[in-house]
Structures are given as C-alpha cells and as structure tokens.
C-alpha cells in the first residue's frame, strides 16, 4: 500500500504521512512524495521511518524481511540497525533514518536532512580507502563536490592515506590520484567527481591488504648543513640503504629544507644513474611534488619519505644491454656530462637567444646518438635554456608516439609511451628546480627517443594544416563512436588534427578526450600519456607541436579503447543513487 503525503511547514519539519492502525496491520508500509519514497516499519511496538532505496544499488527495501530490529535488503543482504539506519556491513553505507512521532493515531516523520552530512561523506570516503569498495569512494566523492568541498580535500585525503598505508612506496595509485587532481582543469564539470572517484580508487587498490609505512626519525641533534646531507643521501641510494637514505631526507626537510631544495635531492639521486626504471621513478618523483603543491605541502614528510624505496631499488638503464650494445650509449652520455657545465658556461656568456629548435628536432630524431648527444651540448651553448631544451626533446618523444606506426606490436605502444612521459617530468622538473643535475634527464630523454626510432619505420602520416573541415564541432562529435571501436587509431589522429587545423577549440578537444578517458577502465599508461599531452599542450599552445602532442595522446587513447568499462558502471549507479534516482522501484 503506498499513501501520498504533503510537504512539511516551515515551522515544524514534521509531517504526517500514515495511520498507526495502516503501518500496525501491514508490518512495512511504503510511502511518497516528490522527493522521498519512505519505508515504515513496525517492530517492537514502534514505527520506524527510513529511506527506501538500500545505500548499496538503490534496491527498494519495502517488504524486506525484519526481525529484532534489524531489516535485512533482499538482493545482497546488507543489514540495517532500524532506529538509527546504521549498516552492519561497511560496503553497503548507512541508509537515511527520519525521527518518527505518533501524533493522535497519526505516523509523523521529520524528514530534514542531517546536519553532518559533510562529515559523514568524509568518514564514508576514509571507510572506501580502508577497505578498498569503489561504490563507496565514488559516491563519497560524488557528495563531497556536490555540497561544495575542495576537491583538494578528497584528492589531500586520498595522498594521506596512500602514502602511509603502501609500505612498497609512491607507485601508479598515488600517480593516476596526481594525474587527476592535475587534469581536473581541463574537465567538464560533470567530469570532476568522476576523476576524483578513479584517482582514489586506484589509491584504494594499490593500498589493499598493505602494511603502513612508519617514516623514521631524523638524526637527533644532527648539525650536517644542506650540501652533506644531499651527499649522504645520493650515497646510500647509490648502495640502495633506502632506511638510511630516508633518514638523511627526512632530517633535511626536519632541517628546513624548502621545496626546491628538496626537490634538487631528490631529482641529482634519480638522475645518477640512467632512465631509472623506463623512467617511472623520476615521473613517480615529479609526481609527487605536484601532489605537494596541490595541497600546500602539507604532509610533506610522509610523501617523500614514500619515495625513497623505489628510488634505491630501481633499475639502472646502465645496466641493461640496449643502453650497452651495440652503440655504448653511457660513454656517449658520460662524456657530455663531462661538457654541461662548460656548455652552460658558454652560453652565460654569449647570453644569446636560442632559435635553432626546427634544426634540432630532425638530430634528435635520427639514427646517430653521438651526433644527438652533441647538437644538445650545441644548443646550450648557443643560449637554449635548460627548459626549452627539455621541450624540445619532449616534444621528440611525443611524436614518437604520433608516428606510430599500427604495424608495430601492441606492446610497442608503452615503449613509445615511456620516454614521452619521462621527458615531460623532467621537463616539469626543470620549470621548478633548473640544476645542471636534471639536466642529465634531457640527455637520458634524447636516448630513450633514440632507441624507439624502429617504431616509425614506416612513420605514420601526422595531420597537416591542409587537412582542414569547414565545420570543426562535427568532426568532435564523431569522435565517441569512432572510439567506441576498437583500434581506430589512425582515423582518431586524422580528426583531432583536422580539427585543430579547422579551428576547432582545444579546450573543447581536452574536454572531450577526458570524458572518454574517464569512461574506460582505470588504466595507469593512458591516464599518464593524457595528463603529460594536456600539460605539454598548455604550455605549447596552437602550435604545429601542440597539435602534434595532442594527436599523440589520442591517438594512444584509440589504441587502448574501448574496455569494459566496469568501473563507469559503479560511477553511474553511484551517480543516479546521489540524484535520487529509484533504480529498482516501479514508477
């Protein structure tokens, strides 16, 4: 039986929406208006009043069985405490419960929304992260952003409790949980929440079933100033002592160490040795310090202490045989490392205006790692900065990827993906702290896009100017069925150029490109290659290189896409629960 009740005054916030007699002799009584659907229970000589749809998937709870108290729904069997709402199983959320007043024969509920309700989705958040359920990160997160919260404040919890509970170290949860909070600009609003959601969610899954990192204590009373510390760390990480390594970190920011120098430690260790890890460990740092800025570098010491493991154990491309043989790449790169700091010497002197990037590109791109090493020596000497180098040669590996050539393997794909967003990091890198250390990453960078130089034979053919539409929006409207198939790769490259060349809007095609990223299954490489493009292009700008880099990160969209798409399916039953939406009930 379902009874029609009226809104509540403004003056008392109960209304009267059933008879005792009607709810007594049905045992569940189910009610509406507008906004609520209402499910009474008598129990124990009492009515009780909670929502009707199970905070679980929204299954209506009407007619479920009760007994001592405790409503149990019939579809997955979560359990509710019916005085309070409370849930007896953490994956299902606590459903609304409404104070309920007998008034002359007459049930009359108050229906106000709780004032805690922030806090609430706060905890709801912290209880996803603890116990991994994405349902419940993605509506917390949904909550969060609807009632008006930062998202610094899920995106700062979501770093605090990555970073202590994941005793292995900084690894892909924390940086796809980066790369969110990076990307959110770029967005539709609609979007937010949901990249929120696969940030935290990936910090969830790397976190499950972890041990919790205690970060250890600085050296007591120490006097060792800034430039012995630094040693002492590049030292242990040298030998791979991650505990004394930290040790020496952890006192240095203790000491009072502020970010760029901080960040000068970090980057001299990860870039003694070569393209550490394909260069997952610099990106990982990189990563890291834009997780700080994002939050004002609060938990600072727990964050960076999270990278310190993965740095002393990461592999040494040194060590490997395609930096070896057949062309002894480290002796290449030894020897003009030998030649930076007169190189940069040279160029303080001259104090000339660097011009030469479309003569530089083709070296950077060819089959002679010698003749690479020395046009980069060249450039800084004739007045390139460390940062402009650095972009040029991102921009090198970016085309790497837009010159991806679909007859190579699938597997190909990353090895063209690494160097790229390796590049981008030190490029970033370089905007904060310009040492003669990181600038090695350029050199490691320039090598890295070397070794790939197969996987454009034959290159793909990149967009030109003349491949231009008159009416540039229809050509971004094709492009989520064109995605919708798999491996439509070049055909996605062709029409983000053309729509570019045509005019179309590069905020638009960010947008675009997120959402359907977002509507694919959490994968760390995307998520990676999509959030260096949008940063490279924002700094690019419409140019034939900004175009370029754009087309690299669609085109590696293509490759990956469509999946099941398993993790949309929870944001969207997430989504239509926090609406108010009745999934299972008959209208």
């Known amino acids: 039986m379902t009874q029609i009740f009226t809104a509540p005054t403004h003056i008392d916030p109960y209304i009267r929406i059933a008879k005792l007699a009607d709810v007594q002799a049905a045992g569940s009584l189910l009610v509406k208006s507008e906004k609520h659907a209402i499910a009474l229970f008598y129990s124990d000589n009492k009515v009780y009043a909670i929502d009707n749809r199970c905070p679980h998937m929204g299954f209506p709870l009407h007619g479920s069985t009760c007994k001592d108290g405790i409503v149990t729904c019939p579809w997955h069997y979560a359990r509710f405490d019916l005085a309070s709402g ?56 949904i909550a969060l952003l609807d009632m008006g919260a930062d998202p610094g404040e899920p995106f700062q919890l979501g770093l605090e409790f990555g970073t202590r509970y994941n005793k292995a170290g900084w690894s892909t949860g924390l940086t796809i949980h980066t790369c969110m909070i990076n990307l959110l600009p770029y967005l539709d609003a609609e979007d937010k929440p949901r990249a929120l959601f696969q940030g935290l969610s990936a910090v969830a899954n790397d976190s499950a079933g ?30 791979r002592d991650s505990e004394a390594a930290e040790r020496c970190l952890v006192s240095a920011i203790r000491a009072g160490a502020n970010s760029e120098q901080i960040a000068d430690i970090l980057f001299t260790a990860a870039t003694d040795h070569r393209y550490l890890d394909i260069g997952h460990t610099l990106d990982f740092i990189n990563k890291a310090l834009e997780a700080l800025d994002a939050v004002d570098w609060q938990g600072a010491e727990s964050v960076l202490a999270s990278l310190v493991a993965g740095l002393a154990s ?74 402009k180098l650095a972009s040029v040669v991102t921009y090198t590996a970016a085309l790497r990827v837009a010159r991806f050539h679909t007859n190579n393997d699938f597997g190909d794909w990353n090895s063209a993906h690494h160097p790229f967003t390796f590049a981008n990091a ?34 793909a053919r990149l967009p030109e100017l003349k491949d231009s539409a008159q009416n540039p929006e229809e050509l971004l409207k094709q492009l989520p069925d064109l995605l919708d198939r798999q491996q439509q790769v070049n055909e996605t490259g ?41 940063r490279q292009y924002s700094l690019l700008g419409q140019t034939a290189a900004g175009v370029h880099v754009l087309v690299a990160a669609a085109r590696y969209l293509a490759a990956h896409a469509p999946t099941m798409r398993s993790q949309g399916q929870t944001y969207q039953i997430a989504y239509r629960l926090h609406k108010g939406d009745r999934l299972f009930e008959e209208s």
């Open 314 to 387: 990461a592999s040494r491309m040194e060590e490997s045989n395609s930096w070896r043989y057949p062309v002894n790449l480290v002796a290449i790169l030894e020897s003009a490392f030998e030649q930076l700091p007169i190189a940069l010497a040279t160029r303080r002197s001259q104090q000339a205006t660097w011009s030469g990037r479309d003569e530089l590109v083709p070296i950077l791109l060819g089959e002679d790692p010698q003749a690479i090493a020395n046009s980069l020596l060249t450039a800084l000497q004739a007045g390139c900065t460390e940062e």
């Open 494 to 534: 062709k029409l983000v150029g053309h729509y570019l060349y045509s005019g179309g809007s590069a905020k638009r095609l960010m947008a675009m490109l997120g959402k359907l990223m977002l509507r694919e299954n959490r994968d760390f490489h995307v998520i990676q290659e999509i959030e260096a493009a949008f």
């Open 426 to 459: 030190v490029h970033q890198g370089l905007r904060r702290v310009p040492s003669l250390e990181l600038l090695r990453g350029v050199f490691d960078a320039a090598m890295s896009v070397y070794l790939n130089r197969f996987l454009n034979v034959p290159p």
């Open 210 to 239: 972890a041990p919790p990192h205690f970060v250890v204590h600085p050296l007591p009373n120490s006097t060792a100033d800034l430039h012995t510390l630094k040693g002492w760390f590049c030292q242990f990480i040298e030998v």
């Open 86 to 141: 409370g849930t007896f199983d953490s994956w299902a959320d606590d459903v609304p419960s409404f104070p309920v007043e007998i008034r002359d024969g007459d049930v009359w509920v108050n229906l106000s929304p709780p004032a805690d309700a922030h806090t609430h989705h706060h905890q709801r958040l912290e209880d996803g992260l603890e116990q991994g359920i994405s349902l419940v990160i993605a509506k917390s997160a």
